[in-house]
């Protein structure tokens, strides 16, 4: 009985999926530059952020009602043209209507040593959002 | 001949075919009326006698049959609908349309599935209401309350996977809310806390209740097996132990002379489920069922919110974490509402509603039902508040899950930012010890040896000392941090660097602002003055409130025992610290007490 | 008492019954297939079909009911003149027939829908929207991708796109690629969800649907974003600009041709075999550098900050230099002497533009970078475009021959006489 029971719930879990992948490789690490990289923004809509000890990787939609905001190097700040929405190099809310930081999608290096972004995993908690599968270690060297 | 007319009735009431079909006559003598009910597959469930009391509308009002009817109206207006609708992606959300626009009576027919699965939901929890005040959950009925229980969750569940079939904005984002509430479950939630080491996204509570990582085709196949056939199927049955128990345990109510239940209950019944008819008739020719703009998985609607009935939880989102205010809640609440029967020592109040009158609970007049006051005026605590938090859900948020007013209009430009602060951890371990502290009783032998020891007085005076020393302790565990504490958000994310300063400075702690402007006007010297002392009032005032319930903790504890006071007290401790956290985020300004993010776990 | 109730409730019951079934026989559109069948002579009538009729064109996903109450529309035999038993004018529905098109791919509004509001889209949660009047040349452009060979029968879609590239939109706004990254990609404007435009909605007045944003923002940009004031703002919050989009002051017909164009960008993706692509356009020969350079001024739409020619004048909050885009017409007196630095201004663009107030924040609008966009050879006549701009200034008055100069004081007093033409 038990064992039917167990049976029937590890049948329900399936083991392919019909869903879009949402990861894609991103090059290699080394040839990110310091800062922020608009290099997938257009085709992925994401923004790739090198700091000196590792990568993370923005997903490029303003929290507030759905709108690509854009990067500003020398205000430091990410704008968003609807409403004015600013957020800091963190993905923080510093000014205008956004209700909640920018989102962060998981990133990992792939087999072949490219940067594996996916999308499909986001996060976006201060505390949360700095480690686990969101920060890839990767020292300057 | 002329003595005997010929009647067809008469007739083909004596073919053999009738009487193969109907074994009884249609006489109104006491055999036929056993009969009636006896030989009846679908009346015999019924006594054939019972007591005139217990038919009395004002009993039970009917809600635990009209439960059941309205689960038979669901069953057949669901199998109508299931002619029409194909459960995939590409061709639900049509088929709904097509129900609407070309199918004839179509659009009733939806609506009224739709309003007696709500209508449902609500005489559910109000027949849970009705056999809790009437006792009918006490020994030997227990079992039967604990059966009621899975079948309001199975309900609830019904509820939930059908409101995905339409395929709308609606249905979509609603069900995502609660998936999310899976996916934050502690241990087997993939975002939950103290997640163990071989769930990941793939395998996690999520991904087995939507069948995916994201809401798509596979989770609407299973919503669909799941709503049409395998819960109805197991609530069914449950359905049957529940019936039975009922006959098996005999009714609750044995009082006064007994009737024939044919007619006199059929009748009542019969007449019940013509009025309901009526209801969902007219409501639903009135009324059409909400069907929004197509399932877009890229744009979310500003505010996405659950079906109603989980909203109270959603709005719970504010205070709590997810794994808080989605999982941990409605487990308990489910356990904690399982358990009552067994807690629940007090042998009156069976088969009657409680008589209420007015009381004075120290200076404060309450109104408090006579037999059971502690019974009933926690469980309608926790009925109201559950209500009241639907209510708030429901009518006072909007966009971004702001406040507005009922009715007020909601506005997407509003720039309000609220400044939440946590409390570092030592103080809010602090303030959660003491507060669950405040149920410890002392037991009798405790005061005997008191007594013994220190003279009569002492166990009075202990208890005092003990509460007002917790009130204390809970007092200054708020205020020390709020006065005293780093931001640990400086530089980055405030521009403060003390906890008083950003929640002084906010507009959404009252209670810190008026603390941060008495001491900006007056100085620090008077305005510490004032506050130092304020804190303290603040600690008496809390442990006065435990001093008042002593008396009625320890009783409760001598007569429950511990297992069963531990039990007890701690859910009535979590309900009522519930409140506690919605006062302390809505007058402190206060997010977290503890926080460890490393674990996900954050209160 | 009980029997009384009972027969009533029964009786309720049956009635209401009653009510549902006869509402359901009488629908509004049944209503509409009466009137006009008894317009019909039998034996027309014979050929008719009445009830629910619809088209089911599978290539597109499509399920058209719009022939339930516009009967007629592909029988202009038995048309009328009034609607809704109109024919459909023209020859549209001999080159689309309805079989394989249907209607609402060309029409918008809500084919599966059998009421008349619903039907026509005007209903909320429905967000293709019916496109009245000259509004359905938009759907054109789904399958005609070589919009001059339709432009007899498109004139506002084709007016609409030259106008996006003449008032130079392409300068902030990118369309499949091409344009900047200043404002927002407008390649998918046609099909945007309300759900993302309910901040502009509450400051526009109903009809709340697409093509009354379109027009409200091409007419006035700042009535949708008119920004925030400080004092309107919680404490220690930055102000909000209006929207840099400037007003570009267009007439009425303007803004109906850019309407349609900007709602035939949507994101449908139809079949390959209803699709035909737009030959590629020739590459044009250019008199001179100056000529070339004032096509590629055009063509990357810098007109929409520095104004038609260059003249400037539009608004850009906060920025120094009084607030403005600067005018490009004195180029050559400040870069006259470096044309590589005038370059590299191009080139690398210029952000953020310096404050007229430094306590305020930075202005909306900037000089973008240009370098992977516009080539070098493109980049040397564009320069030798904008230096030729001065000659459109204003001369300065001729001075007089030196000689004549012996430095009487009555002399001298007379010189910045003459005016400029």
Known sequence: ?141 | MADEKFSVKQYVKKTKLWKSIFRHDFMDTPRTRLQRVFGNVFLHLHPVRTSKDAIRVTYTWGLGGLSFFLFLILTVTGILLMFYYRPASILAYQDIKDLSFAVTLGQLLRNMHRWSAHLMVVVVILHMVRVFLTGAYKPPREYNWVVGVLLLVMTLFLSYTGYLLPWDQLALWAVTVGAQMAANSPLLGNEGPFRLPFITPFNDARFGLIGGTVINDATLIRFYVLHCIAVPFIFCVFVCVHLWRVRKDSFSKQTGEKVDVWPHLVSREFLGTLLTMVILFVWSMVMNAPLEGQANLNVTPNPSKAPWYFLGLQELLVYFDPWIAGVVLPTLIIIGLMAIPYVDINPKGVGYWPKMKWKRLGWLPVWVPEERPFAVTVFMLGVIMWFVLIFIGTYCRGPNWEWYMPGEPWSYRRLTKLTLKNIPNLWGSLILVSYFLFGSPIPKKVKEWLSTKMGSKAPALVSAALHIGLGMVMAVALFVPLLTAADADFPMRSRYTTLFEALGRSINSPVVSWMYHLVQQFGPAVGYAIIIPMVGLIGLCLGGVGIVFAKFKDRLYEALGPIKYAMVIALLLMMTGVLGKIVLRLLFGVKYLISLPVFNFNI | MRRLLFVFFTALLAALFVVAMWQDTNREWTGYQRRFFKTLASDERRNVPGGIRQVIVKDLNRVDRCTTCHVAIDKPQLALAEEPFKAHPGKYLEWHPVEKFGCTVCHGGQGLATEVKAAHGDVPHWEEPLLRGSLVQASCRQCHGDLKAIETYAPTLVQGRQLFKAKGCYGCHAIKDFGQTVSQDLTEIGSKSYLLMEADFEMMEEPHHRIHWLMTKLRNPRTLNPGVRPEALPPGEEEVYPSAMPHFGLSPDDVDALTVYLLSLTASDLPASYVTHEPPEPTPVYASSVERGKAVFEKYGCAACHGLGGVGGRRNWNAGLGSEVPSLMYVKAYYGNDVERLKDLIRHGRQPVPRADATRPVPGLYMPTWKDRISEDDLDALVAYLLSLSDKLPQPPAAPAPASASATPSDQSTTPAASSP
């Open chain 1, 1 to 141: 009985m038990g064992g039917w029971l167990l049976s029937n719930l590890r049948y329900l879990f399936p083991n392919v999926l019909y869903e879009p992948t949402l990861s894609f490789k991103a090059g290699k690490p080394e040839d990110y530059p310091l800062g922020i990289s608009e290099k997938w923004k257009k085709t992925q809509r994401v923004w790739i952020v090198r700091k000196a000890d590792g990568f993370y990787c923005f997903w490029a939609r303003c929290t507030h009602l759905g709108c690509t905001p854009n990067w500003f190097d020398a205000e430091n700040r990410f704008k968003c043209p609807c409403h004015g929405s600013n957020f800091n190099k963190d993905g923080d809310v510093i000014a205008g209507p956004a209700p909640k930081p920018l989102w962060r999608c998981a990133i990992k290096r792939a087999d072949d040593g490219q940067l594996l972004i996916d999308k499909a995993r986001l996060e976006n908690r201060p505390g949360q959002r700095e480690q686990g599968d969101f920060f890839l270690t990767f020292k300057s060297a």
